[in-house]
């Protein structure tokens, strides 16, 4: 997000600690205590939806859960309408997804999780989260705003493990050099096509 940031600071360069780094020793600790804690090793499936690239990163993930933290998990691959219902139903440990934003700000994507939300299907909810949410909306101080924010990204990530960012995709795209004047967003609808036009060769 370019904006939501204090001065020329995006929010992810002003938020960045949120994040962590990468810490496989610690993550390993914790998953062996809550294996003790459960008494046993966990069956745990991952679901992800039936896309060339959802596939990778679910096989990708599978490895790396096994790597550092010796956890078993089977991926289970299924297609995005029925991904949508299970999810939707709360019928899972886990998922891989997405998100796009609508527009050039982190409340986008924030808001979602909110008690209330109509998108918020994780069951997650909690007080502090919506009133950080509720008290950023009516904010006018920038400063002000990008700390509740950035309270509310914690509680999300680091405080309840919500959600677990994992990367920022990239497109590549092939345009006919005869076509001029595309316009590609980085958030909302993808193309603009309002200014293109096709060159006669």
């Known amino acids: 997000m370019d904006s939501g940031g204090p ?13 962590g780094g990468f810490d496989p020793e610690r993550a390993r600790e914790l998953y062996q205590r809550s294996v003790e804690e459960i008494g046993e090793e966990p069956n745990l499936t991952l679901l992800v939806w039936d896309e060339s690239r959802e ?20 991926v289970r691959v299924l297609p995005f309408d029925q991904l949508v219902e299970q999810t939707a139903a709360g019928d899972y440990d886990f998922y891989h997804g997405g998100s796009i934003a609508a527009y050039n700000d982190p409340m986008d994507f924030l808001e979602v999780w909110t008690t209330d939300s109509p998108l918020n299907q994780s069951g997650f909810s909690n007080a502090e989260y919506d009133r950080l949410i509720a008290d950023a909306k009516a904010a006018t101080d920038p400063t002000r705003r990008f700390q509740q924010l950035a309270q509310a990204e914690k509680i999300l990530i680091e405080d309840e493990a919500v959600v677990a960012p994992t990367f920022h995709p990239s497109f590549t ?22 200014y293109a036009s096709i060159r006669k060769e």
């Open 55 to 74: 596939r990778d990163v679910g096989t990708f993930l599978q490895s790396q859960f096994e790597e550092n933290l010796g956890a078993k998990v089977e």
């Open 173 to 194: 795209r092939l345009i006919r050099p005869s076509v001029e004047g595309l316009v590609f967003h980085p958030y909302g609808v993808f193309v603009d096509f309002k």
């Open 7 to 19: 001065g020329e600071q995006t929010f992810r360069e002003a938020a960045s600690e949120v994040l």
